[in-house]
């Protein structure tokens, strides 16, 4: 049987405690698992100037408890995938490889003050200037 007290506050408009208990132990667990997770994880885009070229799917484990790892896809989503080959992060600067279609992709990066991260990329023997962004996962077209 539903008490007074909790009928009281239905009317008042508030959750039911164990909603209100539930939303507690839902965040106090969503950041327990961002405790666990370091700078470089989650969704990322390598632009070129405006145009998307890759997104970055990173691991990234907190406190240097391994190498971060992931995968990739072109930003035109009909494209090939794969797991990126090596993350390598010392200080401000980032290297990332993959192959893609055959070619091996390099991208040299140093990490700017927006916390954006930029250099370069040689992808079939071409050079271009590059930025990563964090995204969302379907964050390619902006």
Known sequence: MI???VVLGLAAGQAPPEAA????RMRDSAAA???LQGPLDGTWTLWAGKR????LQITD???GAGSPEGAWRRADAS???GPIDGIARRGDR???RFTSGGEVVRVR???RADGTWSGEANENGRERAVALRRSAPDATSR
């Open 79 to 81: 494209a090939p995938t």
């Open 33 to 35: 698992a961002q405790a």
């Open 61 to 63: 484990p907190a406190g």
């Open 94 to 96: 980032l290297t990332i």
């Open 3 to 5: 008490g007074l007290a």
């Open 21 to 24: 208990d539930l939303a507690v």
């Open 109 to 111: 990066l140093s990490r």
């Open 52 to 55: 998307p070229l890759f997104v």
